[in-house]
């Protein structure tokens, strides 16, 4: 386990974890490991999808030794949270689930925007990552190439391991991953389309309050934050509009506001006298 010296946002932790299997295993043989990235707050509903895709990645991989493979996810709604992968023509395979060069990615676009990429057959980025360390690690130095040199004295063991992280966070700013590499475009990347597999990012509550709800998952702390919040069932997640009878049909309202407004939605106060325990 690599503990960082402090957060520096998802592209130094990346290159971090890269520079150590460098430094541990040595130069030759550890940019030839196949590595995988996965965020730790996601969830799949279809797990046994994600991990066949999973596995096609590592083979894919094993025979494209300079490509980083992202797995996407089909996209289901004009997320605006969300970050989308525009594939480009088929590399290997001959369907649309066949490995794929990435023709651009689009980091979180507005509502307009992220209809059209869903129209176009766009995907989600689930930001789970297969590839050789060395392609990791050209990518990055493709892209960023002064936070690729801080990290040299690690990888290269020129001073203790602890010393040499501590030096480099202290010396690095916060960067991240999808801005400055992903949406930078490079030939390195491409895209496995995993299809439908029930994907979410659960860094967000209301996100995470949804999924358990969609799923039929209870837990405790899901009631207490549905009693102080609010989980009306008529809110559309794409436009924020409340279809209940107290709302007019024409009201839109940011999430938040809407949650805070919830205790006098009469639709939510009669779901809540029918089952108080779900509500």
């Known amino acids: 386990m690599i503990v960082q010296?402090?957060?520096?946002?998802?592209?130094?932790?990346?290159?971090c974890s890269l520079?150590?299997?460098?430094?541990?295993?040595?130069?030759?043989?550890?940019?030839?490991?196949?590595?995988?990235?996965?965020?730790?707050?996601?969830?799949?509903?279809?797990?046994?999808?994600?991990?066949?895709?999973?596995?096609?990645?590592?083979?894919?991989?094993?025979?494209n030794p300079n490509s980083v493979i992202l797995l996407g996810?089909?996209?289901q709604i004009p997320e605006t949270n969300f970050g989308y992968i525009e594939p480009a023509p088929v590399m290997e395979g001959r369907s649309k689930r066949g490995l794929m060069s990435v023709r651009r990615f689009w980091e979180k676009p507005s509502l307009d925007v992220a209809r059209g990429l869903v129209s176009r057959g766009c995907v989600w980025n689930t930001f789970v990552m297969?590839?050789?360390?060395?392609?990791?690690?050209g990518l990055i130095q493709e892209t960023v190439p002064e936070l690729h040199h801080a990290f040299e004295p690690l990888m290269h063991g020129q001073s203790p391991?602890?010393?040499?992280?501590?030096?480099?966070?202290?010396?690095?700013p916060s960067a991240d991953f999808s801005k400055l590499v992903l949406s930078?475009?490079?030939?390195?990347?491409?895209?496995?389309?995993?299809?439908?597999?029930?994907?979410?990012?659960?860094?967000?509550?209301?996100?995470?309050?949804?999924?358990?709800?969609?799923?039929?998952?209870?837990?405790?702390?899901?009631?207490?934050?549905?009693?102080?919040?609010?989980d009306c069932p008529y809110l559309q997640s794409v436009d924020f509009t409340c279809r209940c009878k107290?709302?007019?049909?024409d009201f839109k309202v940011r999430l938040s506001?809407?949650?805070?407004?919830?205790?006098?939605?009469?639709?939510?106060?009669?779901?809540?006298?029918?089952?108080?325990?779900s509500y």
Not at 131 to 136: L, P
Not at 161 to 172: G, H, K, Q, V
Request: hydrophobic share 35%.
């Open 5 to 15: 010296r402090g957060n520096r946002g998802t592209l130094p932790a990346i290159l």
């Open 19 to 63: 520079a150590r299997l460098i430094k541990l295993t040595g130069q030759e043989f550890g940019s030839q490991a196949v590595v995988g990235i996965f965020p730790s707050d996601h969830y799949y509903s279809r797990e046994r999808i994600f991990i066949k895709g999973v596995r096609s990645a590592f083979e894919y991989a094993e025979s």
């Open 73 to 75: 996810a089909e996209a």
């Open 130 to 137: 297969v590839g050789r360390v060395g392609a990791f690690l």
């Open 161 to 172: 391991e602890e010393d040499a992280i501590e030096s480099i966070y202290d010396s690095i």
């Open 184 to 230: 930078a475009g490079s030939t390195r990347l491409a895209d496995l389309n995993l299809g439908d597999v029930g994907w979410s990012d659960l860094g967000d509550p209301q996100r995470l309050i949804e999924t358990l709800s969609r799923h039929g998952i209870r837990n405790p702390w899901r009631q207490i934050w549905v009693q102080e919040m609010g």
């Open 246 to 249: 107290s709302c007019t049909g």
């Open 257 to 277: 506001a809407h949650q805070r407004a919830a205790r006098s939605c009469t639709r939510m106060q009669e779901l809540r006298r029918k089952n108080p325990l």
